[in-house]
């Protein structure tokens, strides 16, 4: 990269000059792909009456992960810590941020949750048996099924199906207000969500009570409280209930998202499903304890669902110290929205992007710099290594015993955009699929 002297926010190519429409659906939409191959990797926008600069391609992910202090999360992310507390884990920085990673460790690593293949199996694989033949309302499905099974895994717990609804209602409302800028005040300020996040926060609050009172489980909220006692850091309860929170729910809307995403273009491929189905006829959990080596196939097509339907394709920043880039250097304060995906749809990378084709995966990799799907460096999505077990587990059981019935509507389409949502109402009926 060949650095031009630096030169101030003026100089930056604008949005505006391109003359795109610039909204859409209600939602503030713009094709940040067409403004990238116009202006290049870096740009200037009006959005939500504010200056921002958009950073994307290879460079802008190098540039933006090299050095996560140069970032002010704590700025740019003050939605999680108006709904979640001061100690949550999205909005920190620095050293706070690094104590708080190692205290989520023994929760999250792979190596805390890779033995609990076969018991998110078997929860996955009763909820499915259960709504077999039913008509229902994919997302919510998943959404259901993941936090039942991190309910039987990582955080035991029980709950009825009217808690558990209003689990996901609270956990749909609160990260759709994430991305909202001011107009999430409106949007938390409904009395139907507050109540859910009462409820929410008094089931979570209980939890902790039983087991900072002495009550043990064998799951990895104990491993977490365990370690932290050894180490003889503080037990704090407002600090716990938000930690229970990432494991109980947290992220599960993502997941049922790529899944719906996934499939709908899945059934769309029969060439593909029919190998893939094929693949699948020998699935089983205790297989996957290798890793995805057994299943080639489904690895590829996990891989390219994510690449195609990132649920988060845009993070907003903040500048924390002066980032210089392409040439320019953006002052402290700066709102960045950095599109971290843009890499997935460009032709030189992927080839023929916009289409779903697992098969571009087999026996072959790409550079890690363009694959954003789960962020990068220290802030790096917590949940991936139970999305790439809750993933995996949940096609393989899907495909291996049902066909599945999609409703048509609504399409689902590639869309990079900062907080505007995939899709997450498809209709879907699974019926077991007659033997051999
Ligand atoms: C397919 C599903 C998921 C996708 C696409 C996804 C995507 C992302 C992305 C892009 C980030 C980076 C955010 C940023 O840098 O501002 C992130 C961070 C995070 N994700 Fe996920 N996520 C998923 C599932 C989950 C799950 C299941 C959990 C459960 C705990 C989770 C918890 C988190 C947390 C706590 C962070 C913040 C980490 C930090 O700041 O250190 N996510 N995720």
């Keep these: 990269m060949s650095l031009s002297p630096a030169t101030g926010l003026d100089a930056l190519p604008a949005y505006e000059s391109l003359g795109l429409s610039g909204a859409g659906d209600g939602l503030e939409q713009f094709d940040h792909l067409a403004a990238y191959r116009s202006l290049g990797p870096i740009y200037q926008l009006r959005f939500r009456g504010e200056r921002w600069v958009a950073i994307g391609g290879m460079d802008a992910n190098e540039a933006a992960w090299r050095n996560p202090d140069q970032w002010d999360y704590q700025e740019a992310l003050s939605p999680f810590r108006e709904m979640m507390g001061p100690t949550h884990v999205t909005q920190l920085d620095g050293d706070p941020h690094r104590r708080k990673r190692r205290n989520l460790k023994p929760g999250f690593a792979m190596s805390a949750v890779f033995g609990l293949i076969p018991a998110i199996d078997r929860s996955i694989a009763g909820d499915l048996r259960a709504s077999a033949g039913q008509s229902l309302n994919l997302h919510d499905f998943f959404m259901i099924a993941l936090t039942r099974a991190n309910s039987r895994t990582v955080l035991h717990c029980d709950f009825d199906d009217v808690t558990a609804a209003a689990f996901i209602r609270f956990e749909e409302h609160f990260i759709r207000g994430t991305s909202m800028g001011e107009a999430r005040h409106a949007h938390y300020a409904a009395p139907g969500f507050q109540a859910d996040r009462a409820l929410v926060f008094a089931f979570l609050g209980e939890l902790v009570d039983r087991r900072l009172a002495g009550l043990s489980a064998a799951d990895n909220f104990q491993a977490m409280l365990d370690e932290r006692r050894e180490r003889g850091e503080p037990l704090d309860r407002d600090e716990l209930i938000p930690e229970a929170y990432l494991l109980l729910m947290a992220g599960t809307g993502n997941t049922a998202k790529l899944l719906n995403c996934g499939l709908q273009y899945l059934t769309e491929d029969p060439a593909w499903l029919d190998r893939l189905r094929a693949e699948l006829a020998g699935y089983a959990p205790e297989k996957l304890l290798g890793g995805m080596g057994a299943f080639p196939l489904l690895k590829a097509t996990l891989l390219e669902i994510e690449r195609l339907f990132p649920a988060a394709p845009v993070l907003a920043r903040v500048v924390a110290e002066p980032f210089e880039f392409h040439g320019h250097t953006l002052p402290k304060g700066t709102k960045v ?20 084709d697992p098969a571009r995966w087999i026996d072959r990799e790409y550079p890690k710099k363009s694959q954003g799907t789960f962020g990068g460096s220290t802030h790096l999505c917590l949940g991936i290594n139970l999305v790439r077990l809750h993933m995996p587990i949940a096609i393989g059981n ?22 505007v949502p995939l899709v997450a109402d498809l209709a879907a009926v699974f019926r077991p699929r007659p033997p051999g």
């Design 337 to 356: 929205l950095h599109l971290q995906t843009i890499p997935h749809f460009l032709e030189e990378i992927y080839a023929d992007p916009y289409r779903f």
């Design 398 to 419: 899907l495909l291996r015993d049902y066909e599945l019935t999609l409703g048509e509507r609504p399409r689902i389409s590639v869309n990079v955009n900062y907080g």
